[in-house]
């Protein structure tokens, strides 16, 4: 089973750019579908992105779109979220999550969390 390692978050000023990297073990990375959800504090988790096993496909939370861009690289078994244009309301925990399928990633493997905190 794969497990996965985000990283990546920081303190950014409003308008900045960060690349939060999943990191996944095991072989089986390309087979699964991946995204990111984050949680604010005092908030309930909601989702940010989702890209496909093959990177083929993406969906975005509408609050993201034209900001952030979703990616990965199965050769490296690691999945990227490039965040620009960053906004006090981005600031959260961001996780990133595999499932089977692009719509169950949410009930599939989690990593453990990378702060993305933006000041104005």
């Known amino acids: 089973q794969v497990q996965l390692r985000d990283s990546g978050g920081r303190s950014v000023q409003t308008g900045g750019s960060l690349r939060l990297s999943c990191a996944a073990s095991?072989?089986?990375?390309?087979?699964?579908?991946m995204g990111w959800f984050r949680q604010a504090p005092g908030k309930e988790r909601e989702f940010v992105a989702a890209i496909s096993s093959n990177g083929g496909r993406t969906n975005y939370a509408d609050s993201v779109k034209g900001r952030f861009t979703i990616s990965r690289d199965n050769a490296k078994d690691t999945g990227y979220l490039q965040m620009n244009s960053l906004k006090p309301e981005d600031t959260a925990v961001y996780y990133c999550?595999?499932?089977?399928?692009?719509?169950?990633?949410?009930?599939?493997?989690w990593g453990q969390g990378t702060q993305v905190t933006v000041s104005s």
């Open positions: 095991g072989r089986t990375f390309s087979t699964y579908a």
């Open positions: 999550a595999a499932g089977s399928t692009i719509w169950t990633i949410s009930k599939g493997i």
